[in-house]
């Protein structure tokens, strides 16, 4: 971890991301809070986050190929602003006149901002990571050390996404408690304005090919997917496996709640045990670097399974906890080994538009997820949901398996040797 984070800029990279994660728990809590509190509807509630996640999951990988094919410096900057600014706006909803459709508009719009801003800032560390490869001189003729230069990069974030997943709620649900949700957002506008700051001489421009259409960039970015079958088969696999690993968040509140008696808060214990768990696997990520990346993404999907699994089979909420830490440990194994196999299946003028695919792929799972979890527990009783999700997990454990580390040795070469070559759309 210190390699990484001796470059400065990863070192800002990674600090930028810690203050965005920071701030979005705010956010997120103050809005989920406010809007129950004003509406006293779990639907509306549903609505705020099907539209910060689902609706942007169709504009977000045109949005990156506007961006990349922008000459303009400060795009990603731009794009926190954006944050910002939509995130100001509904503060002054809920402090001066509350209105849900108003909210819904700008949650929409600051969720497309945010989730592009994601996917170009994952694309921008990996550069970074490829580019310190580089000014160093050392030869790298199959591109070896620079996709570990990118997988390290990539347990950076990891490691300070999972303690943000632990400190983020308790902190922001302090502050929306004691000072109400409009300063909760506008600690999460300040959070962006850091981020606009620290980034701002990234410059996601990426010189391309197929030319500087939206469309032209989209499409190359699809042929590709098409051309390289692990890759292919890597995006519909995880898939499958996210919208089962997605369901468990609905099902947590009923079976803590209505099945082990532990009230609000053990639903917070519960998650802040998890949490626990993924700082803990996020640790063990960033120590196996040298593990092929097919066996730490089975492997995190097996521990999530298994987790599910015991949650249905808990007789106390001190079984379920100790379930929520393998459940965590999983979380920080299974989606970073996700990304760093899909940087290493594409080459590195795609890497932004196949990032902003992710973003949308986790989007849009979470709201399939969210609906089928809410569903299971409509029709039968939390043990039974979380046993068919567990079962779902595990299951799809079976089409990860086939992506293994001789696969990668199949793909193109040039998603392969792209990574040592000179990155023309440096900053």
Not at 308 to 324: E, K, N, T, Y
Not at 330 to 350: D, F, H
Request: glycine share 10%; charged share 15%.
């Amino acid at each position: 971890m210190r390699s990484v984070l001796g470059s400065t800029r990863l070192r800002r990279i990674v600090v930028a991301y810690t203050v965005n994660r920071l701030g979005e728990w705010f956010g997120l809590l103050a809005l989920v809070l406010s809007v129950f509190d004003h509406t006293h509807s779990a639907l509306a509630v549903s609505g705020i986050l099907f539209a910060s996640q689902a609706v942007p999951a169709f504009v977000v990988p045109a949005l990156v190929a506007r961006v990349e094919a922008s000459h303009r410096r400060r795009e990603l900057t731009g794009l926190y602003l954006i944050e910002a600014v939509t995130t100001g706006g509904m503060a002054a909803i809920l402090a001066y006149g509350f209105s849900l459709p108003a909210l819904l508009v700008l949650v929409a719009v600051d969720g497309a901002a945010a989730l592009a801003a994601s996917a170009l800032l994952r694309s921008e560390t990996a550069r970074a990571a490829r580019e310190d490869v580089r000014d160093t001189g050392q030869p790298d003729p199959d591109g070896e050390i620079a996709h570990e230069a990118e997988r390290r990069a990539n347990s950076a974030l990891n490691v300070a996404f999972s303690l943000t997943f632990v400190v983020g709620p308790a902190i922001g649900g302090v502050v929306v408690a004691a000072a109400g949700g409009p300063l909760a957002l506008l600690i999460d506008v300040a959070s962006f304005v850091i981020c606009g700051l620290l980034l701002v001489e990234l410059h996601p421009h990426v010189d391309e090919a197929a030319g500087d259409s939206v469309r032209a960039r989209l499409g190359a970015a699809w042929r590709h997917v098409n051309t390289v079958a692990m890759l292919r088969w890597l995006l519909l696999a995880e898939t499958v496996a996210m919208v089962f690993i997605n369901s468990g968040a609905p099902i947590e509140v009923s079976l803590v709640k209505e099945t082990l008696g532990g009230g609000d808060g053990g639903v917070g214990l519960l998650l802040t045990m998890w949490g626990v768990g993924a700082v803990a696997g996020s640790i063990v990520f960033a120590r196996l670097i040298k593990r092929p990346l097919s066996e730490t993404l089975a492997a995190g999907t097996v521990l999530i399974g298994v987790a599910f699994v015991g949650l249905a089979a808990a007789p106390s909420l001190a079984v379920a906890c100790v379930a929520g830490v393998v459940g965590g440990v999983g979380n920080a194994l299974q989606w970073p080994s996700m990304i760093s196999l899909v940087q290493r299946l594409t080459p590195n003028e795609l890497q932004g538009r196949l990032m902003g695919a992710v973003e949308s792929l986790s989007a849009v799972t979470l709201a399939v997820g969210l609906v089928l979890g809410g569903a299971l527990v409509a029709v039968a009783d939390p043990r039974w949901a979380f046993a068919v999700v567990g079962a779902g997990t595990l299951l799809s454990t079976v089409a990860l398996l086939p992506i293994s580390a001789m696969s990668l040795a199949r793909a193109p070469r040039e998603s392969r040797s792209a990574s040592v070559q000179p990155d023309r759309s440096a900053a």
